[in-house]
């Protein structure tokens, strides 16, 4: 059997979320899964016609009991559907990584599209899904693919792992139109914000240094804790954005332990799991929360998470996490 990767030439963009396809692309490669080269086509028309075309030709390697693993989104759902059937058709084995699901997302009150994407998971023979949370969520809305649980996202960094110390500032990286509870800030906490679209309501306490690559960016993140927070409130994740946060797994918690820094997360989102089951981080229920925990934790307990971010880090820019989920997903084809 001959183990393909899907690769998107054209519509990915300079973002974290890319970055998170690029890596696993990169994974898989070397391990010597060989590239099928996709293009997506920006003008309708040639999409309409050129699609199944180009599809055919790019699947000419890819004979029957082969396996093809597929990202999803894939950016175009007309192009993955072309994709899927066509693999179908010709029995090769298909696995899915799935980076969002919109259902849960965006979607959740467009019925129509969220039934189109739960028919698309379901032409897969397997799911590799964020965790436990999102499987059973998928089976709850209809997905009767087997799925099997990546755990967290791996996030390929060469940079030396930061320096860290419960005296340093807090950091946040993303998108800080996500993050208007920033303006809110008068916690006695200081932190470090990296990202675009920043406030101009930033109190003191928030020092704003500009936007980094995801290449970059790890060389920067020297702090405390990375925070991991969405919305518009400080006592609880909130908006569409917080709420999916109850079922995926921010690839910024990725970013930071890669960096070998502790983690704060929402104690009801997915990923305090995972948290709490490796000792990474700390999961509070609301940040005005924070200072008391801080305050509470000694230097000996800090340096023991510590030494588990750089083991998870070690794993997580080793690949390890796509590789163990690709090899279950394949086992269960058996």
């Not at 089951?277 to 509470?296: A, F, I, R, W």
Request: proline share 2%; aromatic share 10%.
């Amino acid at each position: 059997m001959k183990k393909f990767i899907v690769n998107v030439t054209e519509g990915q963009k300079n973002t974290a979320g890319d970055k998170a396809k690029k890596d696993i692309t990169r994974i898989l490669f070397d391990q010597n899964y060989q590239k099928i080269e996709i293009k997506i086509f920006d003008n309708k028309i040639k999409k309409l016609f050129l699609t199944h075309k180009e599809i055919k030709e790019v699947l000419r390697p890819v004979a029957a009991g082969d396996l093809i693993v597929v990202q999803y989104p894939l950016y175009s759902l007309l192009e993955l559907e072309t994709f899927l059937r066509i693999c179908k058709f010709r029995r090769i084995k298909l696995v899915g990584i799935v980076h969002d699901v919109e259902s849960l997302r965006l979607l959740k009150e467009n019925r129509v599209r969220s039934i189109r994407e739960t028919a698309i998971f379901n032409k897969f023979d397997c799911l590799i899904v964020h965790n436990e949370i999102m499987k059973e969520k998928l089976h709850q809305i209809g997905v009767k693919t087997n799925m099997v649980s990546l755990g967290i996202f791996d996030y390929l960094n060469d940079n030396k792992m930061v320096n860290t110390g419960l005296d340093k500032e807090l950091i946040f990286a993303g998108n800080l139109e996500k993050a208007s509870f920033m303006d809110k800030w008068t916690l006695n906490l200081k932190i470090k914000l990296f990202g675009i679209n920043p406030s101009k309501k930033y109190t003191a306490l928030v020092t704003y240094l500009g936007v980094k690559s995801p290449d970059e960016l790890p060389r920067f993140l020297s702090g405390s804790f990375g925070l991991v927070w969405d919305g518009s409130e400080l006592i609880t994740n909130s908006g569409v954005f917080g709420e999916y946060t109850r079922y995926n797994n921010p690839h910024k918690v990725s970013l930071y332990l890669s960096c070998g820094l502790p983690v704060v997360v929402w104690k009801q989102a997915a990923i305090s799991a995972f948290v709490k089951e490796y000792q990474v981080g700390l999961s509070v229920d609301s940040l005005e929360d924070l200072p008391g925990v801080l305050q509470s934790i000694s230097e000996e307990e800090y340096g023991t998470m510590c030494r588990n971010v750089k083991k998870i880090g070690k794993m997580i820019r080793d690949g390890e996490f796509t590789k163990r989920a690709v090899d279950m997903a394949i086992d269960s084809l058996c």
